[in-house]
């Protein structure tokens, strides 16, 4: 059975988040699942089947991280279709349908890049919850609920650079949302090619940071686009391996743009 390891919103290899991608003739036992996942050990291994033709869906597809499966995830998806594509195993517009999310879509770009379709995340401001600033280590601008697709906090900081120097407690966070926190700051500097900046901390579910979470810009995208008057924006994702995410926010949609790089190719033995 073959795996690959794709790198993901990067145009080259060892950037990005690599994502692990099992094509398979069927879903398996959940535990064999996980066992893979966390065998991969990257953020999440992304497991996919045809499905019969006809139907509102071309491919099913499901998440796991090295601890649990998870309802939606940007760039293991962009590893698929990558897959996909380059295989020869799809052409068009690919069609997966997903447990949690509903049918999620992948476009193929003239420049190589490939464009997701995602339900853009409900914001709701809260306070800040009680430790959070201790445990992340700045004080928050404003702080969001993303819903029940992420699942995450959506923190603003002061600026670019408190972004980046986080260095945040990790077992404290856990208790602070149903996933992750993510942080996010305008770009410093717009004319670098990235208009705002954000990192993500997922350790609830076995990720202390993330290099590129897609699926949280679909909470970036309608929280940055009317604060800088654009509904097309690019997004740096600022942990140590980088990634951009292109969002276009289309109303309860949000499209996600980014390439992929296929890194590992091979045999799954067990």
Known sequence: MRIRIVDAFTDRPFAGNPA???????????????????????????????????????????????????????????ATAHILR??????????????????????????????????????????????????????????????????????????????????????ALVQHSERGIIATARAEDPTRGYDFVSRGFFPRVGIDEDPVTGSAHTALAPYWSPRLGSDDLTGLQASARTGLVGTSLRGERTLLTGHAVTTVDGELLA
């Not at 990257?42 to 499901?62: I, Q, S």
């Not at 998440?63 to 939606?72: G, I, K, R, S, Y």
Request: proline share 7%; charged share 20%.
């Open 86 to 171: 380059s295989t020869g195993a799809a052409r068009g517009t690919i069609r997966f349908a997903t447990r949690a999310a509903g049918i999620l879509t992948a476009t193929a770009n003239e420049d190589g890049s490939i464009t997701l379709d995602f339900p853009t995340a409900p914001l709701t401001e809260v306070e800040i919850p009680a430790g959070v600033a201790e445990a992340l280590g700045a004080e928050p601008v404003a702080t969001y609920d993303t819903g029940p697709h992420c699942g995450d906090l959506l923190i603003e900081l002061a600026d670019e650079k408190t972004v980046r120097a986080l260095t945040p407690d990790h077992k």
């Open 20 to 78: 692990g991608v099992v094509l398979l003739d069927t879903f398996p036992a959940d535990s064999w699942l996980q066992q893979v996942a966390t065998e991969v050990n990257h953020a999440e291994t992304a497991f996919a089947h045809p499905l019969p033709a006809g139907g509102e869906a071309d491919w099913a597809l499901r998440w796991f991280t090295p601890a649990t499966e998870v309802d939606l995830c940007g760039h293991a998806t962009l």
